[in-house]
């Protein structure tokens, strides 16, 4: 079953095996980013998820990294 | 830049009407003291302790430990854009009152403060077990939040160390150090043969009370950059972190940087201490890279034969440790990494979140989770109430017979990345 990283410290992501990496946004608020109002933010979250939806049904060879656009 | 230190050797410390330092003890106005740091309103009260090497006492929760300075001669003055104005330190003459020092406890701004016994088994993890504590037991004011009253705590233990550093004074030292950075062209030309040896310190800037300043300004706000050894060794940098106490950096570690020391002190013999780097830990990946990037090319720019690397924490930071290792290696400088483990209690775990092959060279300087039984003290200066919330505390961790069971993370620098103490791992 196809699983996505969703990950604020990619170098550890790859460290420990992931496959499918989505690079988040900090540490301490992975999936958004308080310092945004909140229309823009929703649109950071959105793009992260979609991303990482598009990286779930993407076939990989190697560990890859899918840059959030 | 050429900084005179003057220790003046402190062997105790006493409660007087006068603070002052005779024979070896410094007296300490309490009345006085309390009254200066009553200034701030965030701080409801302070009581003022004392704790010696070998007596029953147990210091709990520790913030920060603070060396008491003043300066004598030169530009600035201590802790700057802290406590004096933010001028230029590390030149001049600095008196030290050394073997005294500043602990400030009470009840805990963050989660991840520390243990310092000062008997038993516990006294030997922890280097202030080996210095006369002024210990400042604070109580914040109702309503402070916790970033409120942690730079309250900061500020408040700087200022005593400052207050108590005055009586440096009148004294007289009994033992003099110059230590002494040449500039960049001067100093390639002094031993041209010996190798350039530079020193990459890594500093706590994660946020969320996880914070070290640099005169004054939040270190996660800054590039990576440079600043003479003997800045660092005169109060430029001061911890404001509530992290884990065996692998924090406190103000007094910065003050007194084995590594720096040590450095200076293989100057001219063995290698060229040529330069030191100064970088951050923050949260954002694009931070870590940059300031990764900026200690490669640093290094680079600096024509560095080698570099010594310390972390300061563990978790995430251990990614800006590998960072800073690959990215400075691949540009053909060897590195040496200064580090502790999280092991696991048993020792088998993979001891760091990240890991490559160009760490080939690490210093341990210990496993944070081998677990203590530390024996029940006389005497608690704050509250033994967070013994089981501080990290590498545990629920039930209060044995029937008074003793406390924790992971070293809990005690006070026993693990600490600059190797100050005694513990490694092979």
């Known amino acids: 079953m196809p699983v996505v990283h969703i990950c604020t410290v990619t170098p550890i992501s790859m460290t420990v095996g992931a496959n499918r990496i989505v690079p988040a946004v900090a540490i301490p608020h992975p999936l958004g980013n308080p310092a945004l109002p909140p229309e823009e933010e929703k649109q950071v979250r959105r793009k992260i998820l979609t991303t990482a939806l598009e990286a779930l049904s993407t076939e990989v060879e190697l560990q890859t990294i899918f840059p959030v656009k | ?426």
């Open chain 2, 1 to 426: 830049m050429k900084l005179e230190i003057d220790n003046i050797l402190i062997n105790d410390i006493r409660l007087s009407d006068e603070t002052k330092i005779e024979k070896g003890v410094l007296y300490v106005n309490p009345a006085e003291l309390r009254a200066q740091l009553l200034e701030d309103p965030h701080i409801r009260d302070v009581a003022i302790d004392i704790a010696r090497p070998g007596e029953s006492v147990r210091i709990i929760p520790v913030k920060d430990v603070i060396e008491p300075r003043v300066k004598i001669e030169g530009p600035g003055g201590v802790f700057p854009g802290m406590v004096s104005k933010v001028t230029t330190v590390g030149s001049g003459i600095t008196r030290v009152l050394k073997g005294a020092a500043v602990v400030t406890a009470g009840r805990v701004a963050g989660f991840q403060e520390g243990i310092i016994d000062m008997a038993g088994v516990g006294a030997a993890y922890t280097p202030f077990s080996q210095t006369c504590n002024l210990v400042l037991d604070f109580s914040p004011a109702e309503g402070l939040s916790a970033h409120e009253y942690e730079r309250s705590l900061r500020m408040a233990g700087l200022k005593a160390a400052a207050a108590l550093g005055e009586a440096g004074k009148d004294a007289e030292p009994d033992e003099v150090v110059v230590y002494e950075s040449l500039d960049l062209m001067e100093g390639a030309k002094q031993f041209p043969d010996l190798p350039r040896v530079g020193y990459v310190l890594m500093l706590q800037s994660q946020g969320l009370l996880h914070d070290t300043y640099v005169y004054g300004v939040d270190m996660k706000q800054s590039l990576t950059t440079l600043l003479h050894p003997t800045e660092a060794m005169d109060g430029a940098i001061v911890s404001g972190n509530c992290v884990s106490a065996c692998d924090k950096n406190t103000t007094y570690h910065h003050q007194n940087n084995p590594v720096i020391q040590d450095l200076f002190e293989a100057h001219g013999k063995t290698l060229n201490f040529a330069a030191m780097i100064l970088t951050n830990e923050n949260v954002y990946l694009a931070d870590k890279e940059r300031s990764s990037d900026w200690a490669a090319k640093l290094a680079e720019y600096l024509a560095l034969d080698g570099l010594i690397i310390t972390q300061e924490g563990f978790g995430n930071p251990d990614t800006d440790l590998v960072m800073n290792c690959r990215k400075i290696e691949a540009t053909g400088i060897p590195t040496v990494l200064i580090t502790n483990e999280y092991a696991g209690r048993d020792g088998t775990s993979q001891s760091l979140a990240d890991a490559d092959p160009a760490a080939d060279a690490v210093i341990s300087a210990g496993n944070a989770n081998q677990l203590v039984t530390l024996p029940k003290m006389d005497k608690i200066i704050g509250s033994q109430a967070y013994v089981d919330r501080l990290a590498g505390g545990f629920a039930d961790n209060v044995l029937a017979d008074g003793s406390i069971v924790v992971e070293l993370q809990a005690v006070t620098g026993s693990t600490n990345e600059l190797g100050f103490g005694c513990l490694s791992a092979r």
